[in-house]
């Protein structure tokens, strides 16, 4: 079964706006990563978030954690049209670095 | 450096036809997984292999069988396609807790 579920579904913005988005997962996890999928392509890994950590940024991109909500955040400052894509949270917290997709949130930001 | 590349990229099969999907890494990982992607889905992990000569059961494995003799190489095979195996199919490596995915195979079942 899917642990993470991503919110909203779909997001569409302007660019130049922040697009903020949501996961929450089920049980408890090492780490919780953030992958990007543009169309017909595969995943992109973009961030890592440890579970003893509560925030981290990678240039334009800021995470949060919430270990006692079982909830991540994913943030992306002054957006370009190239950040279309979908966006996905994945909880990994089981042997042999399975990780567990939720169904993704996909952006599009309108030039 | 090719990275994660997969085999072949579209495919259309007829009920009971029977495939191989390659994955291969020039990364020298260890662990790799395939996953399928249905729309609304999200991924789903079928099995993954933590070494040459292993394999595991991930989510949704009914239907497909693995193969893992080289290490570089992760193979995915569909005994008896069926129209509910109509799908996106990724493999991804894995060092540590950051997967690389390949580009995908697009799987039709007719």
């Known amino acids: 079964s899917q642990q993470g579920e991503e919110d909203p579904q779909a997001l569409s913005i302007q660019e130049g706006e922040n697009a903020t988005m949501n996961c929450s997962y089920k049980t408890s996890i090492n780490n919780l990563q953030w992958y990007r999928q543009n169309s017909g392509r595969g995943l992109v890994h973009l961030i890592l978030i440890r579970s003893n950590e509560r925030e981290k940024h990678s240039g334009r991109l800021r995470v949060t954690l919430d270990t006692s909500k079982k909830s991540s955040s994913l943030l992306i400052t002054a957006s370009r049209a190239a950040d279309t894509a979908s966006y996905f949270c994945a909880s990994g917290g089981g042997s042999n670095y399975k990780l567990t997709f939720g169904k993704g949130t996909l952006l599009t930001v309108n030039p | 450096n090719a990275g994660v590349t997969q085999t072949p990229k579209f495919r259309v099969l007829k009920t009971g036809q029977s495939m191989t999907l390659l994955c291969a890494q020039d990364?020298?990982?260890?662990?790799m997984y395939w996953y399928r992607q249905d729309p609304g889905m999200g991924l789903r992990l079928i099995h993954y292999?933590?070494?040459?000569?292993?394999?595991a059961k991930g989510e949704v494995p009914d239907g497909y069988n693995v193969s893992r003799l080289k290490k570089q190489n992760f193979l995915l095979g569909l005994e008896s396609a069926a129209p509910s195996q109509t799908s996106v199919y990724f493999c991804a490596t894995a060092q540590g807790g950051e997967q690389y995915f390949g580009p995908g195979t697009r799987l039709t079942v007719t």
């Open positions: 292999s933590v070494g040459e000569g292993t394999t």
């Open positions: 990364m020298n990982h260890e662990y």
